[in-house]
């Protein structure tokens, strides 16, 4: 099993930039497919970006393609997010998940990370 913890988070002007981090513990990173959610007050959670477990293929939601960037670094047990170009629309709490699959599908989240994009 796999533990999450999420970090980066903070308040951020629009237009600028910002790089969530997500630290695993418990089990190896590359047995994981990766993704990043948000969850605004009062909406449901969406997924942002997603990238397999080696890192060959990332997908994102057409509201942050150009603008934000998934990467891996399964040496490390690492997972980020690269915002740039911050509009106020991407103020949520980041949440990262793990995904696994054994004879069943299990997923794991973490704890999430505050992102305010304000003036």
């Known amino acids: 099993q796999v533990q999450l913890v999420e970090s980066g988070g903070g308040l951020v002007q629009p237009g600028g930039s910002l790089r969530l981090s997500c630290a695993a513990s418990?089990?190896?990173?590359?047995?994981?497919?990766m993704s990043w959610w948000r969850q605004a007050p009062g909406k449901e959670r969406e997924l942002v970006a997603g990238i397999t477990r080696v890192g060959g293929i990332t997908n994102y939601t057409d509201s942050v393609k150009g603008r934000f960037t998934i990467s891996r670094d399964n040496a490390k047990n690492m997972v980020f997010l690269q915002m740039n170009s911050l509009k106020p629309e991407d103020t949520a709490v980041y949440y990262c998940?793990?995904?696994?699959?054994?004879?069943?599908?299990?997923?794991?989240w973490g704890q999430g990370t505050q992102v305010t994009v304000s003036s």
């Open positions: 418990g089990s190896t990173l590359s047995n994981y497919a």
């Open positions: 998940k793990a995904v696994t699959y054994n004879y069943m599908r299990y997923e794991y």
